[in-house]
């Protein structure tokens, strides 16, 4: 999955704060994997700007037929075409938008720009976005390419190089896509689907050079944040699913990100009393993310009924509502209604509106919630609306009503939800500290402070589940605010500590609070012993583990060869109210991250390397 990235670039005084050129001076593709479309890791940049421009978007493709000849081993050669957007940094000064294309045989782990680009030169305006797949009928490769002003250009090519423009078609702006799918599922029932960045969508015929319309343009969803979506190329036919994955253009101030991705959904054609449709339903592996389960069954509802004991901001909610009598019904999510007008056959959300009839009486309803967003789906992925805003932190109820009479509901199940980033997550900068050797110098002291300087541990270790730990009361103030939240924390923490003080009443069955010191060195002495595999006895992959001063001091938990013990168990990184010194053999090891009570010292705030590959 490739991405565009703007990394943050001063304006010069001497120019436009407006200035295209140097907004987009570093317009770079930046590189993410996973393996299930809902945990992702990000990998270093792929394709950087060059004398041709700046990186705009496109796709990719595995040339499992060699036909470019970049393969050299046995690896299959992955491809990615792309629009160099010149005019947009210093390089590129008065050329124009071409297309373009590099390519990786190591799974895109190291990437090589094509020696012969552009493949593809200007042709007019500013044509961008090219979006290629194999056509197997034809045996070639196939571009759509937005040229300009709502126009589309259909290009094919043998061998990714040399490409041909075949026909050109009127209808939609900017980020072209395009593939075929069954309707209802009937493969002898396919049809093309043909889409730019808004999403409204042609269905219609492809032959390899000309796509031709069924009919007008069909609006895909009625939300206020998706843009520029792409579906995934090279799905095994095992899988056999249209995935796609859209823009979300969310505001998101204060985060080290800008705005986000949609959740990713599975897309259908399905036939329905207006035709062919295509549907978006969330994919399978939100289960992943499922944590605990609330059900309700059958209830007939007459006014407002609050949800108990919910905890957290993140949800998956489904539910079936039969109107009895009422005008309205609906949810209010954190504050946010959405709501069904019986008359108006309506579903609504923050102002954004979707036709939408009862199908058998009822109405389905799903939901994903998440900290800036709520997506609904309707009626099995008929309504798609996706709808972008930060939800407040102080509403964490969620609520069925009904107005104008009575609603049942039926089958409501709320999965409270982990995060998607299930790992330990490091802040941005640490990608440009990890293997690099820092002294304790002014120069590198101030390159740590400028990275972390806005760093809280909250952040950092945000969402993860509280069982074990033994200290909270003595821990520094660096520390002490990671447990503000914690309802929402959906990593398990595993605490070693000797001194204890205070420990939550919510803390999980088995755990223990001791008068004195004495009586909690004497707990810890029986329960792990001072041997530092003894330790390691408890840890579990994906743990985090909250340690004392006192604990690191007096059980060899810094040794290195015990710290690899912790690396190997997957343990993903430490958190204590130590000081640097006393952590400086973990930090050392660069095998696990460590966050210390020197939080923006040199030595103390050094990340580790994270410690598997499958992250």
Not at 203 to 230: M, R, T, V, W
Not at 578 to 593: H, L, Q
């Amino acid at each position: 999955f490739l991405r565009m990235r703007r990394p943050p670039r001063s304006t010069p005084s001497n120019s436009s704060a407006a200035s295209d050129v140097y907004k987009r001076q570093n317009m770079t593709w930046g590189h993410a994997v996973s393996t299930d479309s809902v945990h992702w890791k990000e990998l270093d940049d792929a394709i950087h700007p060059d004398r041709l421009g700046t990186i705009f978007s496109g796709s990719a493709v595995i040339d499992e037929k060699n036909t470019a000849g970049f393969q050299t081993g046995d690896e299959k050669v992955i491809v990615c075409i792309y629009t160099s957007a010149a005019g947009t940094n210093d390089w590129s000064k008065g050329r124009r938008f071409t297309q373009s294309i590099a390519y990786s045989n190591d799974r895109g782990r190291t990437w090589t720009v094509y020696e012969g680009n552009p493949v593809i030169e200007h042709i007019n305006g500013s044509n961008r976005d090219p979006k290629v797949i194999w056509h197997k009928p034809t045996n070639q490769w196939v571009m759509a390419l937005y040229l300009d002003g709502r126009e589309m250009g259909f290009f094919t090519s043998k061998d990714l190089k040399n490409w041909k423009l075949e026909s050109r078609l009127k209808g939609f702006h900017e980020c072209p896509e395009l593939f075929e799918l069954p309707v209802d599922g009937d493969t002898n029932n396919m049809r093309w689907v043909f889409y730019g960045a808004k999403g409204d969508y042609f269905l219609g015929d492809f032959d390899g050079k000309e796509f031709k319309p069924d009919g007008e343009a069909i609006g895909f969803h009625y939300g206020n944040c998706f843009y520029a979506s792409q579906t995934f190329n090279n799905i095994p036919e095992s899988d056999g699913r249209r995935i796609q994955i859209a823009w979300g253009r969310i505001k998101t101030p204060g985060m080290p990100f800008n705005q986000c991705m949609l959740f990713p959904v599975e897309l259908t054609l399905h036939t329905t009393e207006d035709g062919i449709r295509m549907f978006a339903e969330p994919i399978r592996e939100i289960e992943t993310l499922h944590r605990r389960k609330h059900s309700i069954g059958t209830v007939l509802l007459d006014g407002e009924k609050t949800l108990d004991d919910l905890k957290g901001q993140l949800f998956h909610i489904t539910a079936q509502f039969t109107p009895a009598g009422a005008a309205e019904f609906g949810l209010t999510v954190r504050g946010l209604p959405i709501t069904y007008n019986v008359a108006k056959n309506t579903l609504s959300c923050k102002g954004k509106n979707a036709p939408l009839k009862l199908k058998d009486g009822k109405i389905k309803l799903e939901l994903l919630v998440d900290r800036n967003s709520i997506e609904i789906f309707a009626n099995d992925g008929r309504v798609y609306m996706p709808i972008g805003g930060i939800l407040p932190e102080d509403n964490k109820s969620i609520k069925l009503f009904t107005k104008g009479g009575k609603t049942k509901v039926r089958a409501l199940e709320v999965y409270e939800l982990n995060s998607a980033w299930r790992h330990l997550t490091t802040p941005v900068g640490v990608r440009l500290l990890e293997n690099k050797s820092f002294d304790d110098s002014d120069e590198a002291r101030a390159e740590i402070l400028e990275l972390y300087k806005d760093l809280r541990l909250t952040d950092v270790l945000d969402g993860m589940d509280l069982i074990g730990l033994q200290d909270i009361g003595l821990m520094d103030n660096n520390i002490r605010p990671l447990w503000r939240d914690v309802e929402d924390f959906s990593h398990r923490i595993v605490g070693f500590a000797i001194t204890v003080r205070h420990v939550p009443t919510d803390v999980r069955a088995g755990q223990n609070s001791f008068p004195n010191i004495a009586a909690a060195k004497k707990w810890k002495s029986e329960q792990y012993g001072r041997a530092p595999d003894a330790w390691l006895k408890v840890a579990k992959p994906n743990d985090v583990v909250v340690i004392d001063a006192g604990g690191i001091k007096e059980t060899g938990f810094i040794g290195s060869n015990n710290s690899l013990g912790w690396a190997q168990k997957g343990v993903v990184g430490v958190v204590t109210n130590a000081g640097a010194r006393d952590t400086d053999e973990i930090i050392k090891t660069k095998r696990i991250p460590v966050y210390c009570k020197n939080a923006h010292s040199t030595r103390g705030i050094r990340p580790g390397r994270l410690i598997a590959e499958s992250y």
